[in-house]
């Protein structure tokens, strides 16, 4: 029987399906795998099935020589952790799980929004600490997003889904920076500079990670935006210049931030920590357990398929 090594435990219903057909090895941590971990899975499993900040790298790929593993079926859409090239050198398919994570990591777009513009993040906060003595008219006054504009950086599957919520949903002005002209069936405006979309009211990064993108929002793009404006990252933290953030944000350069990533992860600055106008999430992009299901089976399909010697569904 095929051996496939699942890095960290998925759902029920996934583990079931999958020690249906295959030889399952699980490891016995929620940790990323180390580098010593890696080699050994290229080494001793058919089919490695890896999450996020499992680092198959190019040195992972040569240390393990010829690899017995010929697919990294990866639980996720985004694979930045991922050497692609090497893994491709090495003889070994990748594959991902588009479209199963496209309008719950859309949907916590929303939520950074809403809780950074509105405050109610620092509202909650309040209401905690039993400091709330009562409503008034001019108590934390944040920003209304409706009719307002929204500038979406990366204008892929869950980029066009955050638009269309934030267009028909809330009325907002979309416009849009995306490296290759991408043309959409709705009212959305493609802009030709990254500079002009930071001007917008909400930024949302919607980005793929990797190398193109690491640090395409700097201290640059940064001092663009406006001082009522509100940034969003759900895309991979190191799309983002933590350090020129951070400096924006205490310069006042704009108003708040809305993270579910980080560049150093699970690390988060003190000063981002220390900050009200920012909210912080654990990465919770796909949390919600049919979703996670939805991209087990995906993973899965790509897994069985290559048993069988079929075509890859999800090839990256």
Known sequence: MTKLLISRALPDAVMDAARARFDVTTRPTTQPMTHA???????????????????????????????????LANFGVGYNH?????????????TNTPGAVTDATADIAMTLMLTVARRAGEGERLVRAGQWDGWHPTQMLGLHV????VGIVGMGRIGQAIARRCHFGFGMDVVYY?????????????LGSLAEVMTADVVIAAVPGGAATHHLLGAEAFAAMRPHAIFINIARGDVVDEAALVAALQLGTFAGAGL???????????????????????????????VREAMGHMALDNCIAFAEGRALPNPV
């Open 37 to 71: 971990e890696c080699v050994a899975a290229l080494r001793d499993h058919d089919i490695v099935l890896p999450t996020l900040g499992d680092a198959f790298t190019a040195a992972a790929f040569a240390e393990a020589g010829a690899p017995r593993c010929k697919l």
């Open 82 to 94: 991922i050497d692609a090239a090497a893994a491709q050198a090495a003889g070994v398919s990748v």
């Open 146 to 149: 409706s009719g307002k504009t």
């Open 178 to 190: 995306n490296r290759s002209q991408k043309a959409v069936d709705f009212a959305a405006r493609q």
């Open 260 to 290: 579910d990533v980080y560049e150093f992860e699970p690390k988060v600055p003190a000063a981002l920590i220390a900050m009200e106008n920012v909210v912080l999430l654990p990465h919770l992009g796909t949390a919600a357990l049919e």
